[in-house]
Every structure is written in structure tokens, then in C-alpha cells.
Nanobody, 126 residues
Framework: QVQLVESGGGLVQAGGSLRLSCAAS????????MGWFRQAPGKEREFIAR??????????ADSDFVKGRFTISRDTTKNTVYLQMNRLKPEDPAVYYC?????????????????WGQGSQVTVSS
């Protein structure tokens, strides 16, 4: 049974940084893609980035909120995916979810992933 456990969220001042971690277990992830979504109150889940497990190819949302600030990576020796978030803004607070699935066609859509973590809250103070 696949489990994704996020950690690293919390409260940070605007302009600060956080690194989210996602510990994955339950199967071998070769051929999978791992990624991150976020959901703010009253809004839909929003794709941030994904990384292919085997090769490490990264893809990012074509959105201004990601560009130059968020970086996804993975460590296959630790079965962990990371999301480095820099220069956090007051509009970034949300629950951040780790996701996984066989390399999806609909990779920007929540429906493209079979497995979800429980979510990690990120709060930004101004």
C-alpha cells in the first residue's frame, strides 16, 4: 500500500523559505511520477510541479507563482520528494499535497495521480 507522508510545513514570514518533504513507501516507484499540488481555502487544487522518479525530469506549472521560486527534487536513496519554496508570499498559504502515480497523461490535473498524502499546511505571515 502506497503511503505518502508530508512534513516541513508551518509558519514562515513573507520572503522566507520552507522545504517540504514527502516520504514515499509501499512499492517501488520506478516508472512513477511524483509531484506537488496545493489548495487554498475556497479554491481548487492547483498543480505546482512533478518529477519523474527514474530519470528525475522535472515539470512545473506554467504559472507566475511557481517561476523562479519553487523547485522540486527527489532522492531515490531516501524515497523522498522535496519542494523547496523560496521568497514566500502572502498569497502562498495553502495545504500542500504530495502526489504519486504511474507517469500520467493528465499530469497537471489532480485526476492524473492515484496517491495523495495527507497534506501539509503552509502559512505565511506578512
Amino acid at each position: 500500500q502506497v503511503q505518502l507522508v508530508e512534513s516541513g510545513g508551518g509558519l514562515v514570514q513573507a520572503g522566507g523559505s520552507l522545504r517540504l518533504s514527502c516520504a514515499a513507501s509501499g512499492r517501488a516507484f520506478n516508472g512513477f511520477a511524483m509531484g506537488w499540488f496545493r489548495q487554498a481555502p475556497g479554491k481548487e487544487r492547483e498543480f505546482i510541479a512533478r518529477v519523474t522518479w527514474t530519470v528525475g525530469t522535472t515539470y512545473y506549472a506554467d504559472s507566475d507563482f511557481v517561476k523562479g521560486r519553487f523547485t522540486i527534487s527527489r532522492d531515490t536513496t531516501k524515497n523522498t520528494v522535496y519542494l523547496q519554496m523560496n521568497r514566500l508570499k502572502p498569497e502562498d498559504p495553502a495545504v500542500y499535497y504530495c502526489v504519486a502515480g504511474p507517469t500520467p497523461i493528465a499530469w497537471k490535473s489532480p485526476s492524473g495521480y492515484d496517491y495523495w498524502g495527507q497534506g501539509s499546511q503552509v502559512t505565511v505571515s506578512s
